[in-house]
């Protein structure tokens, strides 16, 4: 039976292994058994790690981010959490859509488990 999981990504990208480290159990989850469908939400701080200018090779995000695109997981950055930071839509990558926080919240709420990095 497949279930709805949220992987929350809280803080910033650089100097901590929270960004890459929830990548790869998002893309765990989602190439696991049953197949679950995944979303990764850039939310607080996380948000930095939605930016394109983000060096996804150094923080070993690539092939974690490929792995989930495989498995139809997909990767969201909070609009909220990016307009409290200065964050405009358009620095943030291609591979990664913008939601309200109304959109945010309903997706956590509804979620059957959540993770948080």
Request: glycine content about 8%.
């Amino acid at each position: 039976m497949k279930r709805e999981v949220v992987v929350l990504l809280t803080r910033a990208p650089y100097g901590r292994v929270h960004v890459p480290e929830g990548l790869r159990a998002a893309r765990g989850v989602a190439a696991g058994f049953d197949m679950h469908d995944v979303t990764v939400i850039f939310t607080q701080d996380g948000v930095y790690g939605a930016r394109d200018a983000v060096d996804r090779e150094a923080l070993n995000m690539s092939g974690h981010v490929v792995d989930l695109a495989e498995q139809d997981g997909q990767m969201v950055a909070d609009g909220a959490a990016m307009a409290e930071r200065g964050v405009d839509e358009s620095e943030i990558a291609d591979d990664v859509a913008v939601w309200s926080d109304d959109r945010v919240t309903a997706r956590i709420r509804d979620a059957d488990r959540t993770l948080d990095f």
